[in-house]
Structure formats: structure tokens, C-alpha cells
């Protein structure tokens, strides 16, 4: 890595949420575990969590109740309502060749090891996705978010 913290490189690279979007960098924790990082507008959540142990970013895109980012409940039923999904699935729907990996799966020869680029090269490939895959969640429409909720309950169901 760069020197540069993982937390400054999701604010370089999601910085279009920011110019483009209308969202606001709204929280940053690091914890022993990893890096937590939220970005809101009027309309979405962006929550970016990246956790060491997997070495992967996990984003889940909210549509915002009352302003707030509400988590779905737990255990996901049937009749659940949903508010936040992955952005992976959203990918896995759109372009499933897209969808991105832990770091470790590409092996150490790849351009995610470089030591002076890897973190931001990996990190900039979800913000692509994020920019590609879910502009309209970002913009406040959330009709993919019925398809999602489907997948999401059916995962659920099956790992009861």
C-alpha cells in the first residue's frame, strides 16, 4: 500500500458519490477488525465495510427511512421488510462477470499486491461497480430493490 490509510482511499475513490450525487462522507471508524465508512444523501446509504480477516469490501446501499439507514431485521422472513441490499448482488444481476472477489483470489502476482497501488486499484474497482451497476439506487430509485428483496429472502430461507 501507499502509505495511505484505507479509510483516505475510499474517500479518493468514492469521492464521485460526493461531486456527482449529492452525498455527504457522514462517519469513519477503524476498528481492530477493520474500516467502517458511511456516505448518505437525501435518498441512499453507502456503506462501505472493509474487513481484514476477508480481505474484502462489502457495500450495502440503503434506501433511507426518514433520513436514517434502518438495517433489515434479523432473521430475515418472508415477511421482512427490507431496506439495505449488496452491492454484489446488484452486480450479480447486471453483469456477473463484474462481480468482484477477496483480494487473496487473485493471487499475489496481481495488481491488487502491487505495494504501492494494490489497495487503491482494488478499492477503485467496487467504486466502478457502485458507479456502473447502482447510479439509479444512488439517485433515490430503488426498483431493483424488488428483485433483491426476492434473492435476498430465498438466500435466507435456504440457509435456515
Not at 52 to 68: C, P, S, T
Not at 81 to 89: K, R, T, Y
Amino acid at each position: 500500500m501507499s502509505g495511505k490509510n484505507f479509510d483516505q482511499i475510499v474517500l479518493e475513490q468514492f469521492h464521485f458519490l460526493i461531486t456527482d450525487y449529492g452525498f455527504k462522507f457522514v462517519k469513519k471508524r477503524e476498528e481492530n477488525w477493520g474500516y467502517d465508512i458511511v456516505f448518505l444523501n437525501a435518498t441512499t446509504g453507502v456503506h462501505v465495510i472493509y474487513e481484514f480477516r476477508e480481505a474484502y469490501i462489502f457495500i450495502m446501499l440503503y434506501r433511507l427511512i426518514n433520513g436514517k439507514l434502518v438495517e433489515n431485521p434479523s432473521p430475515i422472513t418472508e415477511n421482512s421488510v427490507l431496506n439495505a441490499f449488496c452491492l454484489d448482488d446488484i452486480v450479480t444481476i447486471k453483469n456477473p462477470d463484474a462481480t468482484m472477489k477477496p483480494a487473496y483470489y487473485y493471487g499475489i502476482e496481481s495488481e491488487f499486491y502491487n505495494k504501492e497501488q494494490g489497495m487503491t486499484l482494488y478499492v477503485s474497482k467496487f467504486a466502478d461497480n457502485l458507479k456502473i451497476y447502482a447510479a439509479d439506487v444512488l439517485t433515490g430509485n430503488f426498483e431493483i430493490f424488488t428483485e433483491l428483496d426476492q434473492i435476498v429472502k430465498k438466500r435466507a430461507k435456504q440457509a435456515r
